[in-house]
């Protein structure tokens, strides 16, 4: 299906806005209550994370000339992976500071699907790269320190084909996906309604089952991360924004337009398209596409969709042509355009009107949802690096600045707090990380 066509006249629609989490006096209350590049592309998903047990197992005291575990780290965005980096920095020892220029989770990571997937991921590293990040959300699942993730709601995927040709190319997905270690498996027409009773599209040819997939609950996971970072004895610095970083001194403004300085042996940089901007300053030309450059053709707008409480009948995630839709935390469905096809301007106010359209589709695939009218909307710039791969690397020859950027960061969070807290701490770079380093923008 082409994407969406624009509306002939605006709807209304509500900014979705996150309430605050962490001020000062909320923290204090809370306390009380680039080594060698290896050859990885055959590398294997379950050999990959057999070597991330074996470096977890041993990461707790890290050793080498790099250790950084007793020098102060600071954190720039406390989204998904900021958060998630800062749980893993101070459980391996190291002292944290995490500046964001709102709160927690309020920025990309709350303008998301929260899709935890490795579908269409390519290449195989890319792809590879993505079901390690499902692996450790399963593994946190499994976690007692961390309450078993109550953020991590692995419903699995349930894809439907309404033509023949649909129904072909998801069997030639599940025979890749099998090839390659995922696991998937073709539904008839009755399986696809066993699963999902609720469910009367028009027509159904079948479908599949990607029963590794779920979805996160943003806000949830990156409080729960950031209070347990704060326990262990991190800061957490909102609503100020780091205009500038220079050897070991990183600069904010405060809402009031006040100048602030932080020192640290270490910055990690994980704020999302705020990277490009703040290495701007220091004369660093990060390799990610400029959301305000309106001569890019990529599609970098996300627009999500949740409605009011309804009693749908959803269980899983629910992927069709030009749409797909999840459980909402409010007990509502959450839904966007799949695959995303359009480039949007944020200031074209019929964009508006995208998601009566989407809600519209549901609604062909639901008939419990005749009368949900939609409660809130989320516009996200989404964070592309330029060749839509991860980036995860050293910024600086003497390895002070560190930077995350992805597309897939809410599948990839736990996976990247691992092996990025594991490299900055002891200097060993992970095998699954190889190819999603800084060199390669160089022929760009």
């Not at 998301?112 to 990040?133: C, H, I, M, Q, R």
């Not at 807290?421 to 999603?436: D, I, M, N, T, Y």
Request: hydrophobic share 40%.
């Amino acid at each position: 299906m082409a994407g969406l066509p624009f509306p002939g006249s605006p709807a209304t629609a509500v900014r979705d806005r996150q309430p605050s989490c962490c001020t000062a006096a909320d923290q204090r209350k809370r306390r009380t209550s680039k080594a060698a590049h290896l050859e990885s592309a055959a590398q294997s998903p379950r050999g990959l994370c057999e070597e991330l047990l074996r470096v977890r197992g041993n990461s707790l005291n890290p050793e080498g000339p790099d250790q950084k575990v007793n020098q102060h780290i600071v954190i720039v965005g406390a989204g998904v992976i900021g958060c998630g980096l800062a749980d893993e920095l101070t459980r391996r020892g190291a002292s944290v500071t995490v500046i964001d220029a709102a709160e927690a989770g309020s920025a990309t990571s709350a303008a998301t699907f929260a899709w935890v997937n490795s579908n269409d991921k390519t290449p195989v590293e890319y792809s590879n790269l993505n079901l390690l990040g499902i692996q450790a959300h399963e593994r946190q699942a499994r976690s007692v320190a961390l309450n078993r993730a109550p953020w991590f709601h692995q419903t699995g995927n349930v894809q439907i084909a309404q033509t023949e040709h649909h129904m072909a190319a998801i069997d030639q997905k599940v025979q890749e996906h099998a090839a390659n270690g995922i696991e998937a498996r073709l539904l008839t027409p009755s399986q696809v309604r066993e699963l999902e009773p609720s469910l009367q599209p028009p027509h159904l040819t079948g479908g599949a089952f990607f029963p590794q997939e779920g979805w996160i609950d943003v806000q949830r996971m990156c409080t729960s991360l950031l209070d347990r970072a704060i326990g262990a004895g991190a800061s957490f610095v909102p609503h100020e924004t780091v205009t500038n970083i220079q050897g070991n001194r990183v600069t904010t403004t405060t809402r009031d337009g006040r100048s602030r300085n932080y020192h640290a042996a270490v910055v990690i940089l994980a704020a999302g398209n705020g990277n490009r901007k703040i290495l701007a300053a220091s004369g660093v030309d990060f390799p990610t596409i400029d959301p305000t450059d309106n001569r890019s053709q990529t599609p970098s707008v996300g627009i999500i969709g949740t409605t009011g409480p309804v009693r749908s009948g959803i269980g899983h995630i629910i992927s069709g042509e030009g749409i797909v839709l999840r459980p909402a935390r409010n007990g509502g469905i959450t839904f966007t355009e799949h695959p995303t096809a359009d480039t949007w301007d944020l200031d074209d106010p019929r964009i508006w009107a995208i998601p009566a359209l989407l809600l519209d589709r549901a609604r062909e695939l639901y008939p419990s949802l005749e009368n949900a009218t939609t409660e809130a909307v989320r516009l996200g710039i989404r964070v592309l690096p330029k060749d839509g791969l991860t980036i995860a690397d050293w910024i600086t020859d003497d390895k002070s600045i560190y930077a995350v950027a992805t597309h897939s960061g809410v599948t990839l969070a736990a996976h990247l707090a691992e092996v990025v807290a594991e490299e900055v701490l002891s200097g060993s770079r992970h095998q699954s990380l190889a190819k999603f380093n800084l060199a390669r923008f160089a022929a760009l």
